[in-house]
């Protein structure tokens, strides 16, 4: 009687432990999902406001009379980067995506100090300077706060990764660990 | 006797829920009960965020029900240079979102920071520079260069900052709703209306009606009930803040469009 007992409370005991164990695996898998789903959402608002970013000056720039002639160097650096980051995109890779950044970014910095800078004193005062200004600026906002929030969404998902038991169930299921933050991407200035 | 202590020990609950909310909001701004105006730099006249507050109230009620559009939030925040100079565009967004101004991200959220400034032995707080941050939707119908044209024909020509907030605000409301909702029968901005409106506004500011509460709390003519009911909702609009605000955001968010003007 007792040993039936006993056999019965060993099995009661398995079967607890395989609940508990299925229920934190479930748990912990879905909490992972929802993680690195949130990581790739931020990373595609990065995409798109690198996109927005750089439609809204190639097409501003044109519209800007007379600054054209001026600025052959500052279009070359920005096809170049427009290529940079059309082939970033095709390929999917965020390293080359952050490069691509990095290299419109540079291509800014120089059309700002070109329109700021004491040679081009008419500049300022182009129909359509400030409008290139403001959108420039606002689309550098966007940026910011996209690059902001992917990286908040890599450091939640990356310190999940690492917490027990969901590092268990990280290795498991094949999940990358210490995925990179935007503004630590090797290779980049 | 039973009756004290369970009032005392309700009194210390709240006090402690309140402190443990405080100490876990740390210093984040939160919107204020107009919520249309939030003078944290003590700048503006009472006067202007009755403006504000009117027409912010009217434009959210008129059309917060237009199907796909959703009814447009203008929020007006003041800020200290000295404190929050620094702030950047992220830091402003997030705020937009927080506050969750706008219905269907139809916000906006202008930031005026100003600066202290000694005159003739009084301490003045003088406009220093604005900002704007647009919702995701909002940017569709106003866009962050034609917010810059409005605000270099209003506040920044304008002598008189009352004057300037508010053809600042009346030609925004202008641009949304001729964009958004279609109205075309926006009138022109009267001068001279306003004028007087704003010489003989007599009006009390905002801040009156915390304090009257306050007042109230500590006054000897109030009953120990009577402060237990007051502490409450006075303890939750000071501590948990937006529990009893009069208006709210409608929900919107930002992805950090906008720009800046520096003062001329």
Same mark, same amino acid.
């Given at each position: 009687m007792f040993q039936k007992n006993g056999k019965m409370l060993v099995g009661l005991v398995i079967v607890v432990i395989v609940l508990v164990f299925g229920v934190t695996m479930i748990v912990g898998y879905n909490s992972l999902v929802d993680k690195d789903e949130t990581v790739d959402t931020k990373a595609a608002a990065i995409s798109i406001a690198l996109t927005e970013r750089f439609d809204k000056i190639n097409g501003l720039l044109t519209s800007i009379e007379g600054l054209e002639e001026h600025a052959l160097n500052i279009y070359t650096a920005i096809t170049n980067a427009r290529q940079a980051f059309l082939d970033a995109q095709a390929s999917g890779d965020m390293e080359a995506l952050a490069e691509a950044d990095q290299l419109q970014s540079i291509a800014l910095s120089d059309l700002r100090a070109f329109m700021l800078v004491e040679d081009n004193p008419n500049i300022s005062a182009l129909p359509g300077y400030m409008v290139l200004m403001d959108e420039i600026i606002s689309s550098e906002g966007e940026l910011a706060y996209a690059r902001s929030t992917y990286n908040n969404a890599i450091d939640a998902y990356n310190k999940a990764v690492r917490r027990f038991p969901n590092v268990m169930f990280a290795a498991m299921f094949g999940f990358e660990r210490d995925r990179v933050r935007w503004d630590e991407v090797p290779g980049v200035e | 006797m039973n009756k004290i202590k369970i009032q005392g020990v309700l009194f210390l609950i709240v006090l402690i829920v309140a402190f443990f909310v405080y100490v876990f909001q740390g210093n984040q701004l939160r919107p204020t009960r107009e919520f249309y105006v939030n003078d944290y730099a003590q700048a503006l006249s009472p006067a202007i965020e009755n403006v504000i507050v009117e027409k912010g109230v009217l434009l959210y009620?008129?059309?917060?029900?237009?199907?796909?559009?959703?009814?447009?939030? @203008?929020?007006?925040?003041?800020?200290?240079?000295?404190?929050?100079?620094?702030?950047?565009?992220?830091?402003?967004?997030? /705020?937009?979102?927080?506050?969750? /101004?706008?219905?269907?991200? *139809?916000?906006?959220?202008?930031?005026?920071?100003?600066?202290?400034?000694?005159?003739?032995?009084? %301490?003045? *707080?003088?406009?220093?520079?604005?900002?704007?941050? @647009?919702?995701?939707?909002?940017?569709?119908?106003?866009?962050?260069?034609?917010?810059?044209?409005?605000?270099?024909?209003? @506040?920044?020509?304008?002598?008189?900052?009352?004057?300037?907030?508010?053809?600042?605000?009346?030609? %925004?409301?202008?641009?949304?709703? %001729?964009?958004?909702?279609?109205?075309?029968?926006?009138?022109?901005?009267?001068?001279?209306?306003?004028?007087?409106?704003?010489?003989?506004?007599?009006?009390?500011?905002?801040?009156?009606?915390? *304090? +009257?509460?306050?007042?109230?709390?500590?006054?000897?003519? +109030? +009953?120990?009930?009577?402060?237990?009911?007051?502490?409450?909702?006075?303890?939750?609009?000071?501590? *948990?803040?937006?529990?009893?605000?009069?208006?709210?955001?409608?929900?919107?968010?930002?992805?950090?469009?906008? +720009?800046?003007?520096?003062?001329?």
């Open positions: - | 009620d008129l059309y917060q029900d237009v199907d796909e559009v959703g009814g447009a939030q @203008i929020v007006f925040l003041t800020l200290d240079k000295a404190t929050y100079g620094n702030s950047s565009s992220t830091e402003l967004t997030e /705020i937009f979102n927080k506050w969750k /101004i706008g219905k269907n991200d *139809m916000g906006l959220l202008y930031v005026i920071f100003f600066e202290e400034v000694e005159y003739d032995g009084y %301490t003045l *707080m003088e406009y220093d520079s604005i900002q704007w941050i @647009i919702g995701y939707q909002m940017k569709i119908y106003l866009s962050a260069s034609k917010i810059g044209q409005i605000v270099d024909a209003t @506040i920044q020509v304008e002598d008189s900052l009352n004057m300037g907030i508010a053809k600042l605000l009346h030609e %925004t409301l202008r641009e949304i709703t %001729t964009n958004a909702y279609g109205y075309e029968e926006f009138r022109d901005f009267d001068e001279e209306a306003y004028a007087y409106y704003f010489d003989n506004y007599t009006g009390s500011s905002t801040d009156a009606v915390e *304090m +009257s509460v306050f007042y109230y709390l500590f006054s000897p003519y +109030s +009953s120990f009930t009577d402060k237990l009911f007051a502490v409450i909702p006075f303890l939750l609009i000071m501590f *948990m803040g937006g529990l009893f605000v009069s208006f709210k955001g409608g929900g919107g968010s930002s992805g950090g469009s906008g +720009s800046f003007r520096r003062r001329r």
